[in-house]
């Protein structure tokens, strides 16, 4: 194939790539390291694909020099990955696990050493199961405590780590965690989902407070913000949009970016926005206080339409049951996890969220942006993944295009440096640009990391 052209970004771009622990550490009881919430879910009969969990994953744990080198070898700029909180406090509370700061210590030193600046999340969902066991998200103390984890890890790493992202996509900790139960712990539950969002973000909160109480160099949150397009044009599609739109986007960015929780019509949602008594006078400026940066996962488009309420009475009803459903967007290439891939999508939710929030809305990382395709390895012992190249030119043309239309876009990641532990849907589908072979731990770079490798290198 011919490679597609490469997009020109300015001067100071970011270009990285990205990981998290659970899904590529491994080691997974080894020094000290208590047990996740992961841990347990994936442990549960028929949760996971296979039975699969992160026990070994893709061994990072003991192979990170390897991973260092590749990361080296293809050029980015920055690598954001994720700390392990049960490494760091096994039981979520306590004193720190020196085996576990010791591991981030060398990882960070041995990036730096390589020429990579360190991007560090602080929560890609490994909750220590003993805090899930007190109540996870759904009891205020596990803000708090992330709070007090926050403020070790800056006090260990911060003279060396510049980019601090508090949380991971906390939609899907808190609704695909505790409404609908497809991740960790697994709950199938109402209300406390709803407080499980308040009190993540009352944890990013506190969080912010503890990075800056060290003088850490830039704070930010990562989110996973939908587009959602309406299956018709009728009214109560375009309605759906709305609902869509306030359960998946606007609980995050309103109270982060404008001190508020949405307004809206949507009657499961009027709980969160009544005074509930999970929530705490002050809580908003907590949330509300300034960041660096806001971090974008973006993979594909969400197509709505209106559907009635599952549950008729609103009492019984779930934070899942927000009256519309997802349907197929027609007539496009969807990938192998059955993501749509509509580009130009990417370009909109920019615009948009820039024009929701103005100058509110911190400069933004794409801190996710990839697929997972059918790869091949084929005779001559390489992945020539046309599909993931293409979607990856696009995509970073599409970013490009918000770029021109105002949006401050600082870097890119893209999702994932290495195949992985892709949560529920275990090992069977592959993100990585580099290739990971589970039986034996050898990598391969795919054609996607080659491509990726001589697009930074056209910005040098
Ligand atoms: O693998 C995940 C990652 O952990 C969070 N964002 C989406 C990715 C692909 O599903």
Redesign the pocket.
């Known amino acids: 194939m011919n490679s597609p052209a490469f997009p020109a970004f300015p001067e100071g771009f970011v270009f990285g790539a990205a990981t ?1 622990a659970y ?1 590529i550490e491994g080691a997974a009881a080894e020094d000290g390291r208590g047990p996740s919430v992961w841990d347990t879910y994936s442990r549960l009969p028929g949760r996971t694909a296979h039975g699969h969990t992160g026990d070994v994953a893709c061994d990072h744990y003991h192979r990170y020099p390897e991973d260092i080198a590749l990361l080296k070898d293809l050029g980015v700029t920055s690598y954001r990955f994720s700390i392990a909180w049960p490494r760091i406090r096994p039981q979520g509370s306590g004193p720190a696990n020196p085996a576990g700061l010791g591991f981030y210590d060398r990882l960070v030193d041995e990036l730096l050493a390589a020429g990579i600046e360190p991007a560090a999340t602080l929560y ?1 969902w490994d909750l220590p199961q003993a805090l899930e066991d007190r109540g996870g998200w759904r009891v205020r103390e596990s803000a708090e405590l992330f709070g007090e984890y926050a403020g070790i890890m800056a006090r260990r790493l911060g003279d060396r780590v510049p980019r601090w992202i508090t949380l ?2 906390p939609w899907c900790s808190a609704f695909l965690g505790y409404a609908v139960g497809r991740h960790a712990p697994g709950a199938r539950e109402g209300t406390p989902a709803l407080a499980a969002a308040h009190h993540l973000l009352v944890g990013h909160g506190h969080a912010v407070s503890a990075l800056r109480a060290e003088g850490v160099r830039e704070v930010g949150i990562t989110l ?1 913000p939908d587009w959602n397009v309406a299956a018709t044009g009728s009214d109560a599609d375009r309605a759906a949009v709305v609902r869509a739109d306030t359960q998946h986007n606007l609980v995050w960015t309103d109270p982060l970016f404008a001190g508020v929780y949405p307004a809206t019509e949507h009657e499961t949602w009027q709980e969160l926005i009544e005074n509930q008594d999970f929530r705490r006078e002050g809580d908003l400026d907590l949330i509300s206080q300034p960041l660096d940066f806001v971090g974008v ?1 973006y ?1 594909r488009p969400t197509v709505v339409a209106d559907a009635p309420y599952r549950e008729a009475d609103p009492a019984l009803r779930t934070a899942s049951d927000n009256r519309y459903r997802e349907v197929e967007y027609p007539g496009v290439r969807h990938t192998a ?1 059955g993501w749509p891939v509509v580009p130009g999508t990417f370009t909109q939710l920019l615009v948009a969220m820039r024009q929701r929030y103005g100058d509110r809305l911190p400069p933004v990382h794409i801190t ?1 942006n990839g697929s997972a395709e059918h790869d091949v390895l084929s005779p001559d012992g390489q992945v020539h993944d046309a599909s993931r190249v293409q979607y990856l030119a696009d995509h970073l043309a599409a970013l490009r295009a918000a770029m021109d239309e105002g949006v401050d876009v600082r870097g890119y990641y893209v ?2 440096l290495l195949d992985n532990f ?2 529920a849907l275990g090992y069977d589908k592959r ?1 990585g640009i580099v290739r990971v072979d589970f039986e034996t731990q050898a990598r391969t770079p795919k054609a996607s990391y080659h491509w990726y490798r001589e697009l930074i290198a056209a910005h040098r």
């Open positions: 998290a899904q890609h991971n996509e996973n996962n993979y996890m996710e999702w994932s892709e949560w993100f």
